[in-house]
């Protein structure tokens, strides 16, 4: 019973993760004058927002073994619900950029966490449908942001439903504890507190106080083979979702004429796609492996680079950013429970870790740089851009295959 509440509550989760990574992109054309911000500094929020997620992710293994899942998810969506309303009340870009920093902490504990747990305990059919909801939670947010800025001329208004949506998330995690407690000694590999361990080992006298997991090393992850392949893949596709997301609207607003509520609206097709290519993924993944669903997302992505690329009306532009969004739909939850194939049972965690670290580096570093290259050379450069990352994520890829485990 608790194994099923626990997964009802990841469902929630995931939407509440993947709410405030479109809500930025989506407001940016209308936000950035408001909080006296130039248009190219989106990448300048992100990149503090990501470097949030990787120092929350890279440690994120030795503060799950301090805390445990359940006191860290906690932790984790507080954190993310004070920076999503600190996003709506805020009037200068120094501030948003303090918000971006504490976001990308919450985003990066709860992603290294959940996705940990996910791995350990469940298929990929549910890897999948769990990552429906995120592609759910990022595709309603620029309807609603749409909508504000289209009916109250506001963008902050729309900020605040995911910002409460969060603490409803808190609220669900206190009065659900003692199924995470119990889902332990069912048999669910769910991380629990290391103090809580000593402190049972203690009174039963028993030499498990000896056995305690540590943390692993980043020179003893990369001795894995196979690590650096893998790490290399999250960073390509996470720099391709990224570039998507945050720069998708300037391009059709700045580049193709588009008016910005039509824009931050269009985007929300990218996570539509996204939700129905993970849905149809879960169904494949119980014929297909995840190398074989990953291919298909290549397919994808290139015909979706291709629509954007030469389509000369609306319907064409629109049909490229869906079918874009069903191109990105298998890597995440595919690349992540592979991971369960490729590594030691022990490493999952520490690798899991690792592989978010790449992602949000991947999440900062390119969309930072496109800031500048838009601003030099034009929002024109954007599918092309998308063009060299494919290739990329399609060579990585590829070459994971080769390693592994028996």
Known sequence: ????????????????IGAPNSILGAAWPEMYSDIGADASWAGILTFAMSIGMIAASFFGERYLLRRGTHLSAIDSFLVIGIAILGYA????????????????????????????????NYSARDMNWVHCLWSIGASAMPLIIGHFIAKEHSWSKGFAVP????????????????????????????????????????????????????????????????????????????????????????????????????AAAWLSLVFVGMTLGRLMVGFLSIKFSNRANIRF?????VVG???????????????????????MAPFFPCLMHSTGE????????????????????????????????????????????????VAALFISTELIGRHKMD
């Open 1 to 16: 019973m608790s194994r099923i509440v626990i997964l009802i509550l990841l469902y929630l989760l995931y939407f509440g």
């Open 89 to 120: 009340v805020s009037q200068t870009f120094v501030l948003t950029l303090g918000f971006s920093l504490l976001l990308g902490l919450g985003i990066g504990l709860a992603e290294a966490m959940l996705n940990g747990l996910l791995v350990r």
């Open 163 to 262: 910002g409460i949506y969060e603490f409803v998330l808190v609220v669900l995690l206190i009065m659900t504890a003692v199924h995470w407690r119990r889902a332990n000694d069912q048999g669910m590999d769910v991380t629990l507190a290391r103090r809580a361990k000593h402190r049972d080992a203690s009174q039963k006298d028993s030499p498990q106080k000896k056995t305690l997991p540590k943390a692993k090393g980043l020179t003893e992850i990369l001795r894995v083979p196979g690590s650096k392949v893998m790490i290399l893949s999250m960073f390509c596709y996470c720099s391709l979702e990224m570039m998507v997301i945050l720069w998708s609207t300037s391009y059709l607003v700045f580049f193709k004429g588009i008016d910005s509520g039509t």
């Open 297 to 301: 997302g290549i397919i994808f992505l």
């Open 305 to 327: 680079v291709v629509a954007l690329l030469f389509s000369k009306n609306d319907a064409g532009i629109a049909i490229g950013l869906f079918i874009l969004g069903v191109g």
């Open 342 to 389: 490729h590594f030691p049972k022990d490493f999952i965690q520490a690798m899991v870790g690792i592989e978010m670290t790449a992602a949000f580096v991947g999440n900062a570093v390119l969309p930072l740089i496109f800031g500048g290259l838009a601003s030099a050379a034009g929002y024109g450069i954007f599918p092309f851009v998308l063009t060299g990352i």
